[in-house]
């Protein structure tokens, strides 16, 4: 399964951007998904997973109430909705997938990686 991310860019604080992650060759359906974000010098964490069997959700704690994960199976690409952004938002952003089911937040429980794509909040 290939997954190309796009829509990175720059924002600032309280703005809001959507990335997207488009995967060739599938439906959404039953499939995993996953967002995770890096900073230069620091592990990549993860931000948000979608169960691919009961479209459950998991986000990190400071995201909460401002990113939302979504899919559309129609047309296999998945986001995140990112709103109230701040600076501390800014990384470099992967989507992952996998066809485990579950809802996943380890990375390496993921078998299918986009590009990174830039993410910039400025105050």
């Known amino acids: 399964v290939q997954l190309q991310a796009s829509g990175g860019g720059s924002a600032q604080t309280g703005g809001s951007l959507r990335l997207s992650c488009a995967a060739s060759?599938?439906?959404?359906?039953?499939?995993?998904i996953g967002w995770f974000r890096q900073v230069s010098g620091k592990e990549r964490e993860g931000v948000s997973c979608?169960?691919?069997?009961?479209?459950?959700?998991h986000y990190l704690e400071s995201v909460k109430g401002r990113f939302t994960i979504s899919r559309d199976v129609d047309n296999s690409v998945f986001y995140p909705q990112m709103n109230s952004l701040k600076p501390e938002d800014t990384a470099v952003y992967y989507c992952?997938?996998?066809?485990?089911?579950?809802?996943?937040?380890?990375?390496?429980?993921?078998?299918?990686w986009g590009q990174g794509t830039q993410v910039t909040v400025s105050s």
């Open positions: 060759g599938l439906r959404l359906d039953q499939y995993s």
């Open positions: 979608m169960s691919g069997s009961d479209d459950g959700t």
């Open positions: 992952a997938g996998s066809f485990n089911g579950d809802q996943l937040w380890k990375q390496y429980e993921y078998d299918s």
